[in-house]
């Protein structure tokens, strides 16, 4: 891959499996747009823990760079497990492996780099960038992230963004049908009623992000309150197996996609109650770096804005796909529920890993300082997104 300055650059910290009941291979589609959209150029990928054990999603992670072609991005184990609590982990729905199912993923051949420290070269590879132009995107739970603003704090300051999937406000948040909690009760979580399991897995992670006054203002959290509007129907996913040529046999890759998604279409239905398709998480805490190329560095240089803008205008992907009431001038404070255990009791767990918002008025201060809270878009376009998976799956093959 070329490294065009004009690119918008990140760092990818995935928890890639294909059957977890609440996630199902969301990564496979984020690495997918990561590695291959013309406006993104990927610096590396770090593994944590999550959808399934850390061993398993990094070679899982490695199996999916090697399908899609991109064997030149490094792979780095992160987190084995969560800050202060024990692992969260469903064998009889990830499978041993957290991608068992599948025939069409290959072996991994993408390097796998386990004799340095994921949180140093991650670190290393955000400063070696210009100020300002340089992306963290988490898809997973956020332990790689907390640990590295945490011991290296100059990269909150050098970053231009980080984009963070997880976490549910509900209470109409946004016009969507939450479905099932898990089949337990209505609710707006996926692991829980009141929480998402990125978020669940580490609060205390989560809460060490959100609780950085150096990160708020530079940080976009995309909610299951905006993935929800992003469903795969069966149309969805037919176009995507064939491409622009419905004659043409399926490639492996559209095959391996499709498959994953008529899997976590069928769990959706089975234990949410949503059956129009199932939505995809992970891949729009990627596109909206280019999805908002107009506002995504609103704290740094108009000039790397500009040179992103106009890379923007040179490829098909180039309408806005996220758009914020007020325009994009909405912004919250958002905390962490810490208090509580992991369990199925709901005596014991209480509302651990619920993600609570307030807006931040106008002239809101802390301390007599401005509060610049978190960005949370609402709205999906959702018509100018699958253009962008078809362009990336099409660049892949």
């Not at 978020?199 to 909610?223: C, G, M, R």
């Not at 770096?289 to 992907?317: I, K, M, P, V």
């Not at 609570?356 to 809270?373: A, T």
Request: proline share 6%; with cysteine.
């Amino acid at each position: 891959m070329d490294s065009n300055p004009d690119r918008i650059l990140l760092w990818l910290d995935v928890d890639t499996a294909k059957q977890p009941l609440t996630r199902l291979g969301q990564d496979v589609f984020a690495i997918l747009i990561a590695a291959h959209h013309p406006t993104l150029r990927l610096l590396g990928i770090s593994t944590t823990h999550g959808n399934a054990h850390l061993a398993d999603t990094t070679d899982n992670t490695s199996r999916v760079l090697t399908a899609i072609g991109r064997t030149d991005i490094c792979v780095y184990p992160g987190a084995a497990h969560p800050f202060c609590r024990g692992e969260v982990f469903t064998p009889e729905i990830h499978g041993p492996t957290g991608l068992d199912g599948t025939k069409y993923l290959p072996s991994s051949s993408a390097p796998i780099i386990r004799d340095s420290n994921a949180i140093v070269v991650a670190r290393d590879a955000l400063l070696a960038q210009p100020a300002n132009t340089a992306w963290l995107v988490a898809t997973g739970p956020l332990t790689n992230a907390a640990l590295l603003f945490a011991t290296c704090p100059e990269v909150a300051n050098h970053i231009a963004g980080l984009s963070v999937m997880g976490g549910a406000v509900g209470g109409g948040f946004t016009q969507i049908e939450s479905g099932k909690t898990l089949g337990q009760s209505e609710g707006f979580g996926n692991e829980t009623p009141w929480a998402e399991f990125n978020i669940y897995v580490d609060p205390e992670a989560a809460q060490s992000i959100f609780s950085n006054p150096a990160l708020a203002s530079k940080t976009t959290f995309i909610t299951l309150d905006l993935t929800h509007q992003c469903l795969a129907t069966r149309t969805v996913r037919q176009g995507l197996l064939f491409g622009s040529d419905p004659s043409k046999q399926p490639s492996q890759l559209r095959t391996l996609l499709h498959e994953i998604l008529e899997f976590f279409a069928g769990t959706y239905d089975e234990f949410f109650d949503i059956t129009a398709g199932p939505p995809l998480h992970d891949p729009l805490a990627v596109a909206v770096l280019f999805g908002f190329a107009n506002n995504n560095n609103n704290n740094n240089n108009n000039n790397n804005n500009n040179s992103n803008d106009e890379n923007t205008a040179r490829t098909t992907s180039n309408p806005p796909i996220f758009i914020t009431a007020d325009d994009n001038s909405e912004r919250y404070r958002v905390s962490v529920v810490t208090h509580g255990e992991h369990s199925s009791l709901d005596s014991v767990r209480g509302q651990v890993g619920r993600t609570v918002v307030k807006k931040i008025g106008r002239g809101d201060d802390n301390e007599g300082v401005e509060e610049q809270g978190v960005r949370i878009p609402r709205n999906l376009d959702v018509d100018a997104f699958w253009p962008v998976l078809e362009e990336c799956c099409a660049a892949a093959e």
